[in-house]
C-alpha cells in the first residue's frame, strides 16, 4: 500500500469513527451532563468570591495597573457586572475549574456532533431536496468550517483562561498575544464570533429546506416553527456577538451565550433523538455487567494505556519547561520566603507546577493529573482481571488478596490524583481562606497524602505478586522479560517507595521538595514497565489468531 492509499485509508477511519451514531451519541450526553450543570455549579460557587482580586501571584500594584489587573471587586458574582470568563479566575470564584474544564471537554464532544450533522444535512439534501442541492453542500461545508473554529475558541478559552493568559503575557513581557488581544481574548473572539456565523449557515439550511425537518431528525416539527428557529440563528446570535466584542459589556456577553445556547442545546437534543430512533433496536440495558466488561475491554484498555503514555510524563517535562518563565517573587507571608525566578525541584514541590505563583501555565500538572487518574481505571481493572484469570493456579487465595489490596489502594490513589489535580494549591489556598480545611490541612495536601500514601500501597501489592508468584505473572503477561529482572522490580515497588514516602512526609534532608521528586521517580519507575508489559498483554488479547 503506498503513502497515498494508506492515508486515504486513515482519512476514510477516521470520519467514519467522527460520523459513528454510538459515538456521536456518546458525545451529546457527555456535552449535556457536563456543560450547563459546570456552569450552574460554577455560578453558585462564585457567589463564595470575598471582595477584592486575589494576587497571591506578585506583590507589586505596578504589574496590576500596567496589566489592567488592579481595582477592586464586588463579593459574590453577578451576570451584570462580572463576564462569563471570570468564573475562570481565581480573581472571581474560588474554584475555576468549572468553567475552564467543562468547555475544554465540551469542545472535544462536540468535534463528532458537527461532523455527523453536515454528513446528516448533505445526505437527507442531496437525497430528498428537489432544488439548491449545491447551496446544501456549500452551506453544510461553510457551518463545519465555522462551527471547528468555534471549538478551537472554545478549547482555548478553557486552557487559556483569564489567569492563565494573564501570567503569560507577564511572564513574556508583553509577548504572548494576538493582534492586541492577549490569547484569552483571542479565544473568546473566536467562540462567539465563529459559533454565530455557524448559526447562520445552519439557520439558512432551516430556512431553504424547512420542508425537510422530518427527513433530517425524523421528528415532524411544523415548517413555522423551524422558519423562526432560522431566523433566530441568522439574526440574533450574530447580532448580539458583534455587539459583545465591539463593546464588551459583561450583560452582553451573557445574552450572547445564551443565545448561542438557544440553538446548539435544541439541536444536539434533535440529533440525540434522531440517532436513538435509527439505534433504537440496538439499545440495551447498562448495568454494573456492561459496566465491567467495558472496563476490562481491550481496545478500551489499549487506547488508555497509549493516552497515559503519551501525556502522563511528556506534560509533566512541557510543564516543568514552561515552569522556566516563571518570574522572581511573590513573598509567600507565611514562610516570608521569595520564590525565585524559574522552576527548580530541589526547592519547588511537584504542585507547584499546578500553581500561578511558580508557573504561568499550571494546566499542564493539573489537567494532565485529573485526566490521567481516570484513565488510570480501566487498566487498573484489566489488570485485577488477569489476576482473576491465574486463580486456577497454586496460591489462589493470596494472589486474590493482593490484587484485591492492589485494585482498591490503586482507585483510591486515583481519587487522589483527580484531587491534586481539580483542587491545586491555589484551589487549596483559596478554599482555605475561605475556612475549607481537614484536620488543619487544605483540600490540595490531603489529596496529595492520598495519592502518594495509596500508590506507595499499590506498589507494595503488585510488587509481592512479581516477588511470590514471578513465572505466573510472566505468563499472565506474556512477557519474555527475565524472572530476575521481574524480582528485582517487585522489590524497588516494596522497599523504596515506602522509603521515600517516609522520608518526604518528615522533610528530611536535603530538601523535602527533593524527596517528592525522588518519590514520584520510584513511581514511575514501576508504572511505565508495568504500562509497557499491559499493553503487551492488549496486544496480544486484540490479534486475530
Known amino acids: 500500500m503506498t503513502f497515498k492509499e494508506n492515508l486515504i485509508k486513515n482519512k476514510n477511519k477516521s ?89 475544554m471537554i465540551t469542545s472535544l464532544v462536540m468535534i463528532p456532533v458537527i461532523f455527523y450533522l453536515k454528513k446528516l444535512f448533505d445526505t437527507t439534501i442531496q437525497e ?109 446570535p450574530i447580532s448580539l456577538s458583534m455587539v459583545f466584542l465591539t463593546y464588551w459589556w459583561p450583560f452582553i456577553e451573557w445574552m450572547a ?22 439505534l433504537d433496536s440496538e439499545r440495551k440495558k447498562i448495568g454494573v455487567k456492561e459496566i465491567q466488561e467495558f472496563l476490562i475491554n481491550p481496545k478500551v484498555v489499549r487506547i488508555c494505556v497509549i493516552a497515559l503514555l503519551i501525556i502522563f510524563v511528556p506534560m509533566i517535562i512541557v510543564g516543568l519547561i514552561v515552569a522556566q518563565l516563571d518570574p522572581l517573587g511573590p513573598l509567600i507571608p507565611v514562610y516570608n520566603y521569595i520564590d525565585p525566578a524559574g522552576y527548580n ?36 481493572f484489566y489488570i485485577k482481571h488477569l489476576v482473576n484469570s491465574t486463580l486456577q493456579e497454586p496460591g489462589a487465595k493470596a494472589r486474590k488478596f493482593l490484587s484485591n489490596g492492589a485494585l482498591i489502594s490503586m482507585l483510591l490513589a486515583m481519587v487522589g490524583m483527580w484531587g491534586v489535580g481539580f483542587f491545586n494549591e491555589d484551589v487549596g489556598d483559596t478554599l482555605e481562606a475561605l475556612g475549607v480545611v481537614y484536620m488543619g490541612r487544605d483540600l490540595h495536601n490531603i489529596f496529595s497524602l492520598i495519592v502518594f500514601g495509596f500508590l506507595a500501597l499499590t506498589g507494595i501489592f503488585i510488587g509481592l505478586l512479581g516477588i511470590l508468584y514471578t513465572q505466573i505473572m510472566r505468563t499472565m503477561f506474556k512477557t519474555t522479560i527475565h524472572k530476575n529482572i521481574v524480582l528485582i522490580l517487585g522489590a524497588w515497588m516494596v522497599i523504596f517507595p515506602p522509603i521515600f514516602c517516609i522520608l518526604f512526609i518528615f522533610g528530611a534532608p536535603p530538601s523535602r521538595p527533593l524527596w517528592e521528586w525522588i518519590l514520584m521517580f520510584s513511581f514511575f519507575a514501576w508504572i511505565l514497565p508495568l504500562a509497557f508489559v499491559t499493553l503487551k498483554r492488549v496486544n496480544f488479547d486484540i490479534k486475530p489468531r
Not at 455557524?198 to 420542508?211: A, E, H, M, N, R
Request: glycine residues 8%; aromatic residues 16%; hydrophobic residues 50%.
Open 257 to 278: 451565550m445564551i443565545s448561542l445556547f438557544g440553538w446548539i442545546i435544541p439541536l444536539a437534543l434533535l440529533t440525540l433523538k434522531q440517532i436513538n430512533s435509527d
Open 15 to 103: 470520519y467514519d469513527f467522527l460520523t459513528n451514531p454510538r459515538v456521536v451519541r456518546i458525545c451529546i450526553v457527555i456535552a449535556l451532563i457536563v456543560f450547563i450543570p459546570s456552569i450552574v455549579i460554577g455560578l453558585i460557587i462564585a457567589q463564595l468570591d470575598p471582595a477584592g482580586l486575589w494576587y497571591f501571584w506578585t506583590d507589586n500594584p505596578a504589574l496590576w495597573a500596567q496589566y489592567g489587573m488592579g481595582g477592586g471587586d464586588n463579593a459574590g458574582y453577578s451576570i451584570f457586572t462580572d463576564y462569563i470568563s471570570n468564573l475562570g479566575s481565581l480573581n472571581y470564584t474560588p474554584i475555576p475549574k468549572f468553567l475552564d474544564d467543562a468547555a
Open 345 to 380: 525541584i530541589w526547592v519547588d514541590y511537584i504542585s507547584n507546577l499546578g500553581s500561578y505563583r511558580f508557573t504561568p501555565v499550571p494546566k499542564f500538572l493539573d489537567d494532565t493529573a485529573m485526566l490521567c487518574s481516570i484513565l488510570f481505571i480501566p487498566v487498573t
Open 128 to 236: 430528498r431536496a428537489e432544488t439548491r442541492k449545491k447551496l446544501g453542500k456549500v452551506l453544510s461545508n461553510l457551518a463545519l468550517i465555522t462551527y471547528l473554529i468555534g471549538l478551537i475558541g472554545f478549547f482555548g478559552i478553557g486552557f487559556f483562561s483569564e489567569d492563565v493568559a494573564d501570567f503569560l503575557e507577564v511572564a513574556t513581557n508583553g509577548v504572548a498575544t494576538v493582534a492586541g488581544y492577549d490569547f484569552h481574548d483571542f479565544f473568546t473572539v473566536l467562540v462567539f464570533g465563529f459559533l454565530a456565523l455557524s448559526g447562520v449557515f445552519i439557520g439558512i439550511i432551516f430556512l431553504t429546506y424547512s420542508s425537510l425537518s422530518y427527513d433530517i431528525f425524523n421528528v415532524n416539527i411544523p415548517k413555522s416553527v423551524m422558519i423562526i428557529a432560522a431566523l433566530e440563528m441568522i439574526f440574533l
